[in-house]
C-alpha cells in the first residue's frame, strides 16, 4: 500500500460507527480516513486490509487503500470534541480509503445483479466471515457503473476473541444466510472452484505483510495467514451454498 499524509481534516462521515472521516492528503486526493483509535483499534483496520485487499486480488471493484499518517495537530480546529478526542488517540499510521466521489448506495439486489459476481462477493465474505454485508447494511457503492465493495472492518470478528485465530478457520459462519446478495447469487461451489485458485500462498502472504506492523496488537501476521488457508481448504462454500439453497 502507498502511503500519504493526511493534510486536512474536511467533515466526518455519521454513517459509520467508528466515526470515519473524509481527509485530505499531500497527493492532493480525498480519502475516507478509518482511524485507528475509534471503536475496535487497529483489530478492524486489519480486517479491513485484509477484506479489500482479497477483494481486489479476486478482481472485485475496490477502493484504493493506503496508509495514512495523521497529525493530531489536524484537530485542534474541529469544535466537535469527540473528533478533537479521535484525532488525538489515531496520531501516526491510520486507513485511508479512497474516497469516491457521487457514489451511490447500493438499494437493490433485484436489479440486473449478476449472479457469478453476486456468487463471488458472498463466497468472499465468507471466506473472511465478513458480518456486514446485510440487507440493512450492505456497504456496496455504485459508481462509474460497477459496484464497488467498502467496508470490511467488522470482518475476521473471532479475532477479537479467540488467542489461536487459527484454529477458528474450520468454524461454520451462520450469518452468511443474511447476506444481501445470497437470494440473487449464483452457485457458491462454481464461485469456489473460480476464486479459490486466485488466492494462492503469494497472493495471501502479499495480503497480510501489506498490514502494518503497530496494528497487529492480537495475532501476528503468520496467524492471519494460516486462517486464510484454512478458510480456503474448509467446507465454508459448501455451507454457504446449503445457506442459498434454503432461501
Request: one cysteine or more; charged letters at 25%; proline letters at 8%.
Amino acid at each position: 500500500m502507498r502511503t500519504i499524509t493526511a493534510t486536512r481534516y474536511v467533515s466526518p462521515l455519521r454513517e459509520g460507527g467508528s466515526l470515519p472521516g473524509i481527509v485530505e492528503a499531500d497527493d492532493d486526493g480525498l480519502y475516507v480516513l478509518k482511524f485507528r483509535g475509534a471503536g475496535q483499534g487497529p483489530l478492524a483496520l486489519v480486517a479491513e486490509v485484509i477484506g479489500g485487499e482479497l477483494a481486489r486480488a479476486l478482481g472485485l471493484a475496490m477502493p484504493e487503500l493506503v496508509r495514512a499518517e495523521l497529525d493530531p495537530v489536524l484537530g485542534h480546529a474541529e469544535p466537535d470534541p469527540e473528533i478533537q478526542e479521535l484525532i488525538e488517540a489515531s496520531s501516526g499510521e491510520n486507513l485511508g480509503v479512497d474516497f469516491l466521489p457521487g457514489a451511490l448506495p447500493f438499494t437493490s439486489a433485484a436489479d440486473g445483479v449478476d449472479p457469478e459476481w453476486a456468487a463471488e462477493v458472498v463466497w468472499l465474505d465468507a471466506q473472511i466471515t465478513n458480518v456486514d454485508r446485510t440487507a440493512r447494511n450492505p456497504n456496496l457503492l455504485c459508481w462509474h457503473g460497477r459496484v464497488w465493495l467498502i467496508d470490511h472492518g467488522a470482518a475476521l470478528y473471532r479475532q477479537h476473541g479467540s488467542p489461536a485465530l487459527e484454529l477458528e478457520a474450520t468454524r461454520a459462519f451462520p450469518p452468511i444466510a443474511q447476506h444481501v446478495l445470497l437470494p440473487v447469487a449464483g452457485s457458491i461451489l462454481d464461485a469456489h472452484a473460480r476464486c479459490a485458485p486466485r488466492l494462492g500462498p503469494e497472493v495471501l502472504r502479499a495480503v497480510v505483510d501489506a498490514i502494518p506492523d503497530t496494528w497487529l496488537t492480537a495475532h501476528p501476521r503468520e496467524v492471519y495467514e494460516a486462517f486464510l488457508r484454512g478458510r480456503l481448504e474448509s467446507a465454508f462454500a459448501i455451507e454457504a451454498e446449503e445457506a442459498r439453497r434454503g432461501r
